[in-house]
């Protein structure tokens, strides 16, 4: 068969295919648009999976510049310390394939159960240390440590 760039000589020439091959072009037509349409569903839904804001716990996706990630991956959390500001934002990731948790020693948060594939999310409100582990494996252990924000000079202060 040869093949032309010219509009017309490409619809004639799928017109001749079509006709050899006994199918209507109304079935050819109506298969591609299925087609078309089926991988416009698998599109959006995973557009919709990616940007669909989900509070927590929601499936694993990429953190914003303005969040800290902490991951729990071979029954560690990575980093074993972390220092973040008071008021940013920390997201724990469960990479492995069961459930944990991230608790804090004196109670100043706990995440309950992280499914596997799944994120909390944690903002700390005052400065200091936590300690923190996983209630469903108590040799997981690792610190978050908050510092007050930088204070904001006045524009009359000298740099």
């Known amino acids: 068969m040869r093949i032309s760039s010219t509009p017309g000589a490409c619809r004639a020439s799928w017109n ?6 006994g199918v209507s072009e109304s079935a050819v037509r109506g298969s591609r648009r299925a087609t078309l349409s089926g991988l416009g569903a698998v ?20 953190a914003p510049a303005n969040v800290h990630v902490i991951t729990i991956e071979g029954m560690q959390f990575r980093p074993q310390a972390l220092t973040v500001e008071a008021g940013q934002q920390v997201r724990w990731v469960n990479k492995d394939p069961f459930p944990h948790t991230a608790t804090a020693d ?16 944690y903002r ?3 400065a200091g240390e936590l300690g923190y582990g996983c ?11 908050v510092q007050a924000p930088p204070r904001s000079r ?4 000298p740099a």
């Open 124 to 126: 700390p409100a005052r």
């Open 43 to 62: 599109v959006f839904a995973a557009t919709l999976s990616t940007v669909a804001g989900r509070g927590a716990p929601a499936r694993a996706s990429a």
């Open 154 to 157: 006045r524009a009359d202060e």
């Open 135 to 145: 209630r469903l494996h108590p040799t997981m252990r690792a610190r978050l440590i």
């Open 16 to 21: 001749r295919a079509v006709a050899e091959d």
């Open 106 to 121: 004196g109670g100043a948060f706990d995440s309950r159960e992280i499914a596997s594939g799944g994120t909390w999310n």
